[in-house]
């Protein structure tokens, strides 16, 4: 049942007087239950339990965590049909996206919980005669998680930021996502069932609501917070991370943003299969109504008569997709505007445009392009227009693309399409794009991040505020992680997988 109220550990509590209700943005009305916020006591009620949970939690078994993870997901699972429903209500998303998001958080969970089934992870490493130094990574401390809009469970609750700090050893604080408030209470009592099946600390996780910046702001600041994980936009991460960096502690966040996710098409690849690359991206710019960190917003290719009818088929493409809802208000007003923010700077036009009327918090899909030359100059051609658009980017020559590339702000994922034929030729437009990109897919596109050992989702900042970390698959584990080393230490004081 859904609440309304906090999970401060396993105590649900509601001391606060400010409440909030979430929006069922397909029929534009407000869902039943009312959120009562966290207030300042109850924040810093969840933090010192997180912070003496850490005692205990760090030292508990990575078999033992991992049965709590098994537990967790197991627990998602039995919600059944509530969450999908309390899901679709929130988001407008279909059934099907519901379902498969939980699929992949159920996977995240389960795949954390093989992680840590043995003590591989923590790379235990033994140095010098008489084994003198003995190293391996231990965890930070309570890791306070913000959840994005539009993943209300892979990248929310027991996300993949959850996950992977409470199979490093982490006690958790959400704080849950105003979007999606029920369905985040709903994981957070799964959560707390498997806590106390399995036997956690109280305390190891928590979830507080919140409607606007301030719950956020102080748990960020608190002394006893360790770490931080976010997904959203850039300007959240980036006012978070200064919060952070701006403490008499400093800690670290790893904030996952926007991304404009370029794709450069070759000449070849338009003369081999522009009508199939045209509808291929129209599907991928509408998917999920273009609200993915990794949607296709900016093409580039090299002027000719092809890359012009390959635009207008593209163009044409998209608009014929039937128009979505959008998660909320807010971003259907935000895309509208900052769609209309990069159509109307100087040289930029629109390819195509979605025609039909469409019911509130539905999203046009729109193709714009601009010239090589006008993009290089304006920055605000740059901005992440989160829905579904895309700009079509004229390039003069290779130069100039290259140029464009170089001056691209960090991104999350770089896409070629291209043929054998131009293999040869390919080394600096890789090289270039690596340096921009966290991944390069070749000949395919970037909406979709598997789940698996070699994933990258992060890239050079603003994609991410740290390049060298991803959030997605095993290897994000190591966010919430030091390495610590013991010396001359006799074997009867090590941890058993260091002896
Ligand atoms: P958002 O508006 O940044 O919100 C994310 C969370 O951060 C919310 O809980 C929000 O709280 C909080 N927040 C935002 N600004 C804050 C501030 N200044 N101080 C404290 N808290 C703050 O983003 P969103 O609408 O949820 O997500 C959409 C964005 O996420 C898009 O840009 C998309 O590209 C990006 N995204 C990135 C990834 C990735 O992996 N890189 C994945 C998915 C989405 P309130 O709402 O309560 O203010």
Redesign the pocket.
């Known amino acids: 049942m859904i609440t309304g109220k906090n999970y401060i550990g396993n105590a649900l509590s509601a001391k606060g007087e400010m409440t909030y209700q979430t929006l069922n943005p397909k029929l534009n009305v407000a869902n039943a239950t009312s959120f009562t916020e966290a207030t300042s006591e109850e924040i810093d009620l969840a933090v010192a339990l997180a912070y003496q949970a850490f005692d205990t939690y760090q030292h508990i078994s990575g078999e033992k965590r991992a049965a709590f993870m098994h537990a967790i997901a197991d627990e998602i699972e039995a919600l059944g049909d509530t969450l999908v429903t309390t899901y679709m209500s929130e988001t407008g998303l279909p059934e099907g996206r519901a379902k498969g998001e939980r699929g992949r958080t159920l996977g995240q969970l389960r795949m954390f919980a093989d992680l840590i089934k043995t003590e591989d992870w923590r790379n235990p490493t033994i140095s010098g005669e008489a084994n003198e130094l003995r190293q391996y990574l231990m965890p930070l401390g309570p890791v306070v998680v913000?959840?994005?809009?539009?993943?209300p469970l892979a990248?929310s609750t027991a996300g993949g930021d959850t996950a992977s700090a409470l199979a490093a050893g982490c006690p958790v604080i959400v704080?849950?996502?105003?979007?999606h408030a029920g369905t985040g209470e709903l994981v957070a009592s799964a959560i707390q069932k498997a806590v106390q099946k399995t036997g956690m600390p109280h305390g190891v996780f928590s979830n507080l609501n919140?409607?606007?910046?301030?719950?956020?702001?102080q748990l960020?600041k608190h002394p006893m917070v360790k770490a931080v994980g976010?997904?959203?936009?850039?300007?959240?991460?980036?006012?978070?991370y200064d919060?952070a960096s701006q403490r008499e502690e400093p800690i670290p966040v790893f904030?996952?943003?926007?991304?404009i996710n370029p794709v450069i098409v070759t000449q070849n690849a338009l003369n081999a299969r522009s009508e199939e690359i045209a509808q291929t991206y129209a599907d991928s710019i509408t998917l999920g109504v273009g609200?993915?960190?990794?949607?296709p917003g900016l093409i580039l290719g090299i002027k000719s008569p092809e890359f012009t009818t390959f635009t207008q088929n593209l163009g044409e493409k998209t608009a014929a997709i039937d128009a979505n809802c959008m998660?909320?208000p807010?971003?259907h007003t935000?895309y509208e505007k900052n769609g209309a923010a990069v159509i109307s700077q100087p040289d930029t036009t629109v390819v195509a445009m979605h025609q039909d009327t469409v019911q509130e918090n539905y999203a046009q899909a729109k193709i714009g392009t601009v010239s090589g030359d006008a993009f290089l100059k304006n920055p605000k051609l740059h901005q992440?227009v989160?829905g579904p658009f895309s700009l079509v980017v004229q390039c003069d020559d290779t130069q100039q693309l290259l140029q464009i590339i170089s001056q691209l702000e960090g991104q999350?994922t770089g896409t070629i399409l291209a043929e054998q034929e131009d293999y040869k030729d390919l080394s600096p437009l890789i090289e270039r794009l690596q340096n921009r990109v966290g991944r390069i897919i070749f000949n395919g596109v970037p909406t979709g991040?598997a789940v698996v050992d070699a994933m990258t989702?992060?890239g050079p900042y603003p994609?991410?505020t740290d390049s060298r970390f991803t959030?997605?698959g095993n290897q994000a584990i190591k966010r919430w992680v030091r390495p610590f080393s013991y010396q001359g230490f006799p074997e009867e004081l090590l941890p058993a997988f260091l002896k």
């Open positions: 913000f959840g994005a809009s539009n993943f990248y704080k849950s996502h105003p979007m919140s409607a606007g910046i301030e719950v956020g702001v960020v976010f997904t959203g936009s850039i300007r959240g991460g980036r006012a978070l919060l904030a996952e943003m926007g991304s609200q993915f960190c990794t949607n998660l909320h807010n971003i935000a992440e989160f999350l991040v989702h992060g994609a991410s959030a997605v």
